[in-house]
């Protein structure tokens, strides 16, 4: 028997990085939260990489902060190592990549939950869902409390029937040896959910003092305080070093010699691994060519000797990791503290959401995370915040709200997941977005502060700041518009110590600062007057002058595909019904259900001259007709 535990607003199942993102930013709307997990010291864990960040992934930290979410917060806080990638190339690819301090991120992360007003936690283990007339309005646990409420949220990342796999080993576990959730994913195929099987894994990790440090290469933090969150004002100095190693001919030839005892080879595993994050038995036999792998390592944290080996997944047996390990340079008498191993789990098919990540088949359930097909923890906390907003907005009767793929990497993510889906473990890279010169790490507050101000996600005190940064922007660039430099011989001198060009006749200071070879810090030397901004504030003027042309471009591009995406498409079209239509194309649109033309046309299977044929459908009035 049940017994009724309480009315909420939203309920969050899970609390790995997409649920807690989904309930602090439901409770900051104003919706009496409760967010249930298995293991209140499991909060936010990484089971995998201790790392947050990187290409994509750390863009999306900040458009998380720039909303109003806590990942950047937290790993500021928590970081032993902080780097700006790709430093030598546009401001399109730049991304910060931070080593985690991973028990410190989850008692962060926990604070930040036990202090949020209007969440409450729990820790509980959900077995189905409460559907009432086609509706989800609760859940009920394990121990047969039934809470109910208006929206509910899974984010059980790859807990739901969770194997792990060793060589021939198969138990049924979470990450790190924790408990498994399986009538919910019993429940959901019962509820006519379609379920794939995907797999991802993790390597060996080893113990600190027994590495020969001498053997491999230091890679440091950068000196520059940087951090990821724009309310961040105090910096971690005191950073921890990683360091580099390679495979080798043993290596290899260890991993050829024993590919069978692999479950990722012997036929045991069932689920699709992740391309982009594959297992060093997968490295050595796609790119045999190669006579190296890099393996960086990678300590876990400030407070533990445990070093996490990156770039050396694996599902073979422990006896085999041991042989593997001690292979590598450095290594040669490192011990294992915890193997490497493949786990698998169930995902929901994502072309079964609307793009607010809502269920299209059962209202008022929303799923976020790796349980959408996705991997990392970026890709969970940003879908995560998005299915917390559209959960409460739902629920207090707000309008939905989503991010199209030109504001955002979150809107790039979520699109491709609900109109294309995934066969594999999906990962956010720069390549996704088709307009990345828009969605840089150094914009993404002036992108999405306003959104999420509009939300109630973002304090008065730090709107503020975000105006006056903005107007001091555009105060900047007027002043440099108006600013005329002149031959002058100090001028020439500057120029010519600094290794540039001189001047051939007066310009003015905006013109030439569009010039590659001339950055805002030479352009502040070579003007009688300076004006005190900060640096993030220069960077933006430097990059909004400097490339002012492409993002013209960019942006005249997104007005034209805009067009596409206001057509929208009426919810009762019969697809059967268009003349014309290729059968592929039907299937594919009655499985998706685009919203508008623009979503149809990025359909995989849906032509171009499927995508006109509807449009002129819709144009003529033919669903209205069908509707009279």
Request: aromatic share 6%.
């Amino acid at each position: 028997m049940t017994y009724n535990a309480g009315k909420y607003d939203v309920i969050v199942i899970g609390a790995g990085h997409a649920g807690c993102e989904a309930g602090i930013a439901a409770a900051r709307m104003g919706a009496n939260t409760l967010m249930l997990t298995l293991n209140l010291d499991m909060i936010a864990f990484m089971p995998c990489n201790p790392s947050l960040g990187g290409p994509a992934k750390g863009i999306v930290i900040r458009e998380i902060d720039a909303l109003g979410g806590v990942m950047g917060k937290v790993i500021d806080k928590t970081y032993i190592q902080m780097r700006m990638l790709n430093t030598g190339k546009g401001p399109a690819v730049r991304a910060l990549r931070a080593q985690a301090d991973k028990p410190l991120y989850i008692q962060e992360m926990k604070k930040e939950i036990e202090a949020q007003e209007n969440l409450t936690l729990k820790q509980a283990m959900v077995n189905e869902l409460i559907v009432e007339d086609g509706v989800c309005k609760g859940v009920i646990t394990e121990t047969n409390a039934a809470f109910y409420a208006d929206s509910v949220i899974i984010t059980t990342g790859t807990f739901m029937r969770g194997k792990v796999l060793i060589g021939d080993l198969e138990y049924e576990s979470g990450p790190n040896n924790q408990r498994v959730s399986v009538k919910l994913s019993e429940n959901l195929e019962k509820l006519g959910f379609d379920l794939t099987r995907f797999k991802t894994g993790t390597p060996p990790r080893i113990h600190n003092q027994s590495i020969d440090y001498s053997k491999t290469e230091i890679q440091p933090g950068d000196e520059k305080a940087q951090g990821f969150s724009y309310e961040t004002t105090q910096f971690i100095t005191d950073q921890i070093p990683c360091w580099l190693t390679y495979t080798n001919e043993f290596t290899h030839e260890v991993i050829n010699e024993n590919l069978g005892l692999s479950a990722m080879y012997s036929g045991m595993k069932r689920g699709t691994g992740p391309r982009y994050c594959p297992s060093i038995e997968d490295k050595i036999v796609r790119f045999n060519d190669k006579p190296r792998h890099q393996i960086f390592l990678e300590p876990e944290g400030r407070n533990t000797e445990e070093v996490y080996v990156q770039g050396l997944s694996t599902s073979l047996p422990e006896f085999i990791q041991e042989k593997l390990i001690k292979s590598i340079d450095g290594l040669e008498n490192a011990q294992i503290m915890r193997p490497g191993y493949a786990i698998e789990y169930d995902a929901v098919i994502p072309t079964q959401l609307w793009p607010t990540l809502e269920s299209k088949h059962l209202p008022g359930l929303f799923t976020a995370g790796q349980i959408n097909g996705t991997s990392g923890y970026e890709e969970a906390a940003g879908q995560g915040i998005m299915a917390g907003i559209n959960a409460a907005a739902k629920t207090l009767g707000k309008e939905p709200f989503v991010l199209d793929r030109s504001q955002a990497y979150i809107g790039v993510l979520i699109d491709d997941l609900v109109t294309k889906g995934t066969r594999e473990p999906y990962r956010l890279l720069t390549s996704r977005a088709e307009y990345r010169l828009l969605l840089r790490h150094d914009n993404a507050d002036i992108r999405l502060t306003e959104l999420g101000y509009e939300l109630g996600l973002i304090s008065e005190a730090r709107y503020k700041k975000f105006v006056e940064k903005k107007q001091s922007i555009e105060a900047e660039k007027k002043r440099l518009a108006a600013t005329v430099i002149k031959p002058t011989e100090d001028i020439q001198r500057l120029l010519k110590e600094a290794d540039k060009q001189p001047l051939k006749e007066a310009v003015k200071a905006y013109d030439l600062l569009k010039r590659p070879e001339i950055n805002y810090e030479l352009l502040e030397q070579l003007l009688e007057t300076t004006v005190d901004l900060p640096a993030e504030t220069k960077e933006q003027v430097e990059i909004q002058v400097k490339y002012e042309g492409y993002i013209k471009k960019a942006n005249d591009q997104v007005k034209r595909m805009q067009k596409m995406e206001d057509k929208r498409i009426p919810e009762k079209i019969d697809y059967d019904a268009i003349h014309g239509l290729a059968s592929e194309a039907k299937e594919k649109l009655k499985s998706v259900q685009p919203l508008s033309i623009g979503q149809a046309s990025r359909i995989s299977g849906v032509t171009p001259a499927d995508v006109s044929i509807l449009a002129v459908y819709i144009e003529q009035g033919n669903v209205a007709k069908q509707a009279n």
